[in-house]
Every structure is written in C-alpha cells, then in structure tokens.
T-cell receptor
Framework: QKEVEQNSGPLSVPEGAIASLNCTYS??????FFWYRQYSGKSPELIMF????GDKEDGRFTAQLNKASQYVSLLIRDSQPSDSATYLC??????????FGTGTRLQVFP | GAVVSQHPSWVICKSGTSVKIECRSL??????MFWYRQFPKQSLMLMAT?????????EQGVEKDKFLINHASLTLSTLTVTSAHPEDSSFYIC???????????????FGNGTRLTVT
C-alpha cells in the first residue's frame, strides 16, 4: 500500500527560528511532491511543490527532496506565529492520484 | 484570489435528507475535479474523481449511490450526499488541478470546503 508518513507533532518552535517538517513516502516511483498548509477549520492551501532532487526555495520556505532516501522536507525560516498550522505532505505516485500524509501540527510561540 | 469556489461553506441538515455541494473553477476550465472528505484530526481522504462529460470514478469503500457526483460543465462539479446520516458529518473539500492541467502531477487548488452536520 502506498503511504505517506509524517510526525503528527506538535512541533513547537520559538518565533524567528527555523521549523523543519519531514515526510517519508513508500512508493519509489513517486514523481511529484507537495506541501500544503491547513489552518484549523479551513481547507488546505498550496505552499510549495517540488519535482526534482535537491532544494527549492520560495521566500521563507525551502522544500528539500531526496528520492534515494524517499523523503521530502519543508523548512520554514524566521517562523512566525501566523505559521502555526498543520502542514500536509502530499505525494503523487507514478501516474496515480495524490496521497496525503496525516500532517504535522506546527506551533510557533512568541 | 481563490481559483476554486465551493458552496455552501457550512450546512446543517436532518437525517434522511439530501445535501448538494457545488464546486466551481473560476476563470479556467477543469475537466477533472477531486472530492475529498476530512474527519476531525485526520488527513484528507479522496472520495472520487469527477470527470467532465463522463461518470465519476469512486475510491474503494465510497458508495456511489450515496455520494452522487455530477460534472456537467467544464467549470462546475456537484456532490450530493443523499439520505444523509450523522456519520456523514464531515468536512467536504473539492479541488481542481492547476489551470488547464489534467495531470496528476499538477498542484491542486482547493475550495474552501463545506462543513456538513447531520442531526
């Protein structure tokens, strides 16, 4: 069974610190990888996507992909209390539908 | 701004009644839309793939006669929960692939979701 795993958290970091969120996946043939942010009671919103090994940066966010080790991570620099949310990792196995992890709850405290 | 509009945002209905949820793509055509359900503190579970002009594809364990999906136009998909029961109470969210794409590799844009409460 194809799976996407995340630590449920909560991950607590102080304001201004770097938050590191990790995700592992089981299907080695997966091609695309997404990070979504979901505030309580709201629908997910796309933060980043990455297709190739390495790092991809967008503002305070950096996605890192390592296909050999089958993990993808999201770094949030200069974390703000407004970043407090659940972060969902989503993976696209080859030619198949998106599979979501259960999410990691991030808490940024002032 | 939002690229996918979902309506209503919340609904309360009595057991045995039916509820229709609409999902519209704004300013772009979506031949494919996805319907998800999310129970409290759980992740998104794909219910079905809505295909414009053809039958929806349902995931294993999802009753197609209970969750009716219609994708009659390139910008509108509807989910009707028929004969709703309290166990159907959940957060229903639709999504569409990035503009103009039908690829599974494309990012998804989500509607704001519909919180259904069946009493």
């Amino acid at each position: 069974q194809k799976e996407v795993e995340q630590n449920s958290g909560p991950l607590s970091v102080p304001e201004g610190a770097i938050a590191s969120l990790n995700c592992t996946y089981s299907d080695r043939g997966s091609q695309s990888f997404f990070w979504y942010r979901q505030y309580s009671g709201k629908s997910p919103e796309l933060i980043m996507f990455i297709y190739s090994n390495g790092d991809k940066e967008d503002g305070r966010f950096t996605a890192q992909l390592n296909k050999a080790s089958q993990y993808v991570s999201l770094l949030i620099r200069d974390s703000q209390p407004s970043d407090s949310a659940t972060y969902l990792c989503a993976v696209n196995p080859l030619g198949d539908k998106l599979i979501f992890g259960t999410g990691t709850r991030l808490q940024v405290f002032p | 701004g939002a690229v996918v509009s979902q309506h209503p945002s919340w609904v309360i209905c009595k057991s045995g009644t039916s509820v229709k949820i609409e999902c519209r793509s704004l300013d772009f055509q979506a031949t494919t839309m996805f319907w998800y359900r999310q129970f409290p503190k759980q992740s998104l579970m794909l219910m079905a793939t809505s295909n414009e002009g053809s039958k929806a594809t349902y995931e294993q364990g999802v009753e197609k006669d209970k969750f009716l999906i219609n994708h009659a136009s390139l910008t509108l998909s509807t989910l009707t929960v028929t004969s709703a029961h309290p166990e159907d109470s959940s957060f229903y969210i639709c999504s569409a692939p990035d503009r103009g794409s039908s690829s599974y590799n494309s990012p998804l844009h989500f509607g704001n979701g519909t919180r259904l409460t069946v009493t």
